[in-house]
């Protein structure tokens, strides 16, 4: 079977009281239980990872290539503006990765606009809110499956 890896990073342990105007009233347990039930469906095991740490967002990297992950989920928060290291982190174990925002950065503060992640991501989603977990672990079982390319 094989395993995909969501991550989370900064502030996200705090969906549901976060900001409910920009990023809704589900929780981070609430996300993450409903992907683990989409990934039985499609026949893939999950591990769910947050955290506020950058270190332990490249950390938990790097152990996803020991582990043999598949594919990475992640919505790295404030780390997609700030992180060459989590960009290094990608770069170092070639585990492809889709990188997910429930807001529109877009649409907000022009410090949001760039990522460093995003130019290395597989596919990137933004806008969705939290249905994009959803519709990105979809992207990423098509991709496993051997589905032709986006
Ligand atoms: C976010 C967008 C980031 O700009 C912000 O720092 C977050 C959440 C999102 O999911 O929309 O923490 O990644």
Redesign the pocket.
């Known amino acids: 079977m094989k395993s995909v890896l969501v991550l989370n990073?900064?502030?996200?342990n705090l969906l549901g009281t976060?900001e409910p105007q920009?990023?809704g009233s589900a929780t981070l347990a609430d996300v993450e239980a409903s992907l683990r039930q989409q990934a039985g469906h499609l026949g893939l095991s999950l591990a769910c990872f947050q955290s506020n740490h950058e270190g332990a967002i490249v950390d938990r990297i790097h152990a996803a290539r020991t582990e043999g992950v598949s594919f990475i989920l992640i919505?790295?928060?404030?780390?997609?503006?700030t992180s060459v290291a989590i960009r290094d982190a990608f770069a170092g174990v070639a585990i492809p990765f889709v990188e997910?925002?429930?807001?529109?950065?877009h649409k907000?503060?022009a410090?949001?606009h760039h990522s460093y992640l995003s130019d290395i991501a597989e596919a990137v989603m933004?806008?969705f809110g939290i249905q994009?977990y959803g519709l990105a672990l979809q992207f990423i079982a098509a991709k496993l499956a051997g589905a032709p390319a986006k």
């Open positions: 990073g900064p502030n996200l976060r920009i990023y919505n790295p928060g404030a780390f997609t503006h997910v925002h429930i807001s529109n950065v907000r503060e410090f949001r933004a806008g994009g």
